[in-house]
């Protein structure tokens, strides 16, 4: 009796207490949390998944449409003229088409090992796995342009989306993913595989790996052996960065990731893959060569594509796989027109070594119409040198009107009759004299004066009177760079490329408005979508200003520095550049002196600009002499001749801040408002003195007369070899 009642005493309580500790763990505040954690988790991955679908369906629906013609056909973009003709093609112009059939399979599994291993084995024409991939690599640079593309995606992207980056959205990739699951569910993947072996970009104008086994072996793809298929394979990834010409040791190592993909997904033994990567990466390659027709289109537009191609790329394009519409403005008769200048006996240069560059550009839109990176340029040569855009020569005198002139008026209100004095000069802080190009010092003259003859102490004098940080501002709205670390010399020449001076000078042909220079007018995708790219303009000087340089400036042409490039009756005006060899080039080249070692002209009128260099490219090559010193004036002379046979002649307007004064037998220029009211003007008998270097009886020196409140001015003519003095008076 008392065992059993132990025992239900014993038995109760303890089924009491699990049923306690049972119901306790279910209260707990702690796994109540946790399950609530759970629950919104839940429902949140659920709403999240809902809206991705959701928002994939919404960017989904307006996809492009993509077609068999446009997955089969050549990656490259077409050029067009402004009004709407075909001009050419980037790409080549026989493209070696492979079918499935003729692509060894050895071709294909290096394509397949490196670019997109799972392949095959993708249902939907996407990699979940590299996607994810991708995802977690954008989301740590904070950025969703990182690949994830397998093979499917990259031939949607090739053939109906563009390679600007600014495009690469989530709105876009979207697009991709749903039109790589479309291309899957109606192509086999042997399909997929031939047309995207036949789209992409292999370089030098080559498209698909048949073309570029012919282009860098010679044989067609059957013949090369694994190094070369290889190669090939990897130069898809980047063929300019795994050029075999050009990156030898970029090109092996990207050819041998191929070959170790193909070992690890094991396509090829270990006995294959070590005798792959021993060939040398030079076995079997070609030299370097044109893989176009060499029709002379190409060769005479060659400086000119490769500034589209560059623009296009810092557009976020690549016009060698994007399938791309280019409106281009080139001239195309403008532009043979100086390719046969340049290259003719009719403009006198030096010889053969002596090279131009030269660009012409429509003051009006910007737009450049024509330019030339060289002369006499082997037939093979694509995307060369280009001389017209290179920035390291000094631009000699032809800086002065925008650098030193310009501002003066902008800024400081001087007037064309500003007095200048030319008279010994030593930068500040050195003991460095600055000369003239004649050795001389002609005493004060006019600032038009000094502009037409090119005098360069008061051009330095004007650039230190308005100061460099102002100046260079100045000149930097109109393209051109003055680096922070140059001195007052930067006025007498800057470096500057023939592009550039062609721009700036724009400003002043077109009232001092300006336009960037371009070469593209618009960009039209595979996807429909149009890009313009004509530049609005930007005022960067008063039209007053421009007038009055300009007004100098027509000087220079008719009785300045500039004569040479006088075409008759033309209202135009331009400016002359002359650079000297250093004292340490002359030590080692002697005979070079007293000529110039770069020789500038650039001139204008409303409807053209036209910059021009002449120059050798090294030291070695020579130097300019005899007729060659006006090898640029009479290209330009020439030139703009031919440019304006049909287009009017047209001078400039005044605007209504410009004031004309008839000093002597000069009309000066003044900013309204600032013209002095003329009170007596008198010609004083003409005194005329031969200049010779470092007599100081050259140096006049203007009086500040007190009688009668009347301050006297000077104005300084030379005709000849005589100067010739006109004094004026204005009330204080």
Do not use: C
């Amino acid at each position: 009796m008392l065992e059993n009642i132990n025992e239900i005493d014993y038995a109760e309580p303890e089924e009491e207490y699990h049923e306690t500790r049972s119901s306790n763990r279910k209260k707990h505040p702690f796994w109540h949390g946790v399950g609530q954690v759970i629950k919104w988790l839940m429902i949140l991955f659920m709403i999240g998944i809902v809206s991705g679908i959701g928002v994939f369906a919404y960017y989904a629906k307006d996809s492009p449409t993509i077609t068999t013609n446009k997955m089969q056909s050549g990656g490259s973009s077409a050029l067009y003229t402004n009004d709407g003709k075909l001009l050419l093609s980037l790409g080549s112009d026989k493209r070696a088409y492979l079918r499935n059939d003729k692509i060894p399979q050895q071709l294909k599994d290096a394509v397949v090992s490196v670019e997109d291993k799972r392949f095959y084995s993708e249902p939907l024409g996407i990699d979940p796995l590299r996607i994810a991939a991708s995802f977690i690599s954008n989301i740590r640079g904070h950025d969703i342009s990182a690949g994830g593309s397998g093979i499917t995606q990259q031939l949607v992207k090739l053939s109906v989306f563009s390679t600007d980056a600014s495009q690469r959205t989530l709105r876009r990739k979207a697009q991709e993913a749903w039109l790589a699951m479309q291309v899957t569910r109606h192509y086999s993947k042997d399909q997929i595989l031939e047309f995207y072996i036949n789209k992409v970009y292999m370089g030098y104008n080559n498209y698909g790996i048949g073309t570029a086994s012919t282009y860098y072996f010679g044989k067609p793809i059957s013949k090369i052996d694994l190094a070369q298929t290889a190669l090939l394979a990897g130069l898809l990834n980047a063929p300019t960065s795994y050029d075999p010409y050009l990156y030898p040791k970029a090109a092996t190592y990207r050819r041998n990731i191929v070959l170790q993909a193909m070992l690890n997904n094991k396509k090829i033994t270990q006995e294959q893959y070590q005798q792959a990567i021993n060939e040398p990466i030079q076995d079997g390659l070609r030299p370097r060569h044109n893989s176009d027709s060499a029709n002379q289109t190409r060769k005479i537009d060659d400086p000119y594509i490769k500034e589209v191609v560059n623009e296009a790329r810092a557009k976020g394009f690549d016009p060698y796989t994007s399938n791309l519409k280019i409106t281009i403005n080139i001239d195309q008769k403008a532009q043979n027109k100086l390719y046969e200048l340049a290259n003719s006996k009719e403009i006198p240069f030096t010889e053969n070594k002596m090279q131009v560059g030269s660009t012409i550009v429509d003051p009006n839109t910007g737009h450049v119409v024509a330019i030339i990176g060289g002369r006499h340029l082997p037939d093979n040569v694509q995307l060369g040198l280009n001389r017209a855009v290179q920035t390291g020569r000094s631009t000699g005198s032809s800086i002065k009107p925008l650098l030193d002139y310009a501002p003066a008026i902008q800024y400081l209100n001087w007037s064309t009759a500003q007095t200048l004095d030319d008279t010994p000069y030593v930068y500040q802080g050195t003991s460095i004299q600055l000369y003239d190009w004649d050795n001389r010092y002609l005493g004060p003259m006019t600032m038009r004066y000094a502009l037409e003859q090119s005098r360069n102490v008061p051009a330095v004098r004007t650039l230190e009177a308005v100061g460099l940080q102002k100046a260079s501002s100045s000149v930097k709205k109109m393209g051109i760079n003055i680096e922070k670390n140059q001195g007052l010399s930067v006025g007498i020449g800057a470096n500057a490329s023939s592009l550039q001076l062609a721009g700036a000078y724009s400003a002043l042909s077109n009232n001092g408005i300006y336009h960037k220079p371009t070469f593209i007018s618009k960009i039209e995708t595979p996807d429909g979508v149009v890009r313009n790219y004509d530049d609005p303009g930007t005022r960067v000087m008063r039209a007053g200003t421009a007038y009055m340089v300009t007004d100098m400036l027509k000087g220079v042409i008719t009785r300045g520095s500039g004569t040479q490039a006088q075409i008759r009756n033309l209202y135009q005006a331009g400016k002359t550049g002359t650079v000297k060899y250093s004292d340490d080039e002359l030590k080692n080249y002697p005979s070079y002196r007293n000529t110039p070692k770069d020789s500038w002209f650039v001139g204008y009128t409303r409807s053209y600009v036209m910059s021009v260099w002449t120059g050798y490219d090294n030291l070695s090559e020579g130097n300019i002499k005899g007729n060659g010193q006006n090898a640029a004036q009479l290209l330009y002379k020439n030139m703009m001749s031919y440019l304006m046979e049909d287009r009017s002649n047209l001078n400039w307007d005044k605007p209504d801040d410009v004031v004309k004064r008839q000093i002597g037998r000069t009309t000066e220029l003044y900013v309204k408002g600032h013209a002095p009211k003329v009170q007596k003007a008198e010609r004083k008998d003409s005194v005329s003195r031969r200049a010779t270097r470092g007599n100081s009886n050259n140096v006049i020196n203007q009086p500040n007369s007190n009688q009668n409140q009347l301050q006297r001015h000077v104005i300084v003519r030379r005709i000849g070899d005589r100067l010739y003095y006109y004094y004026y008076y204005t009330r204080r």
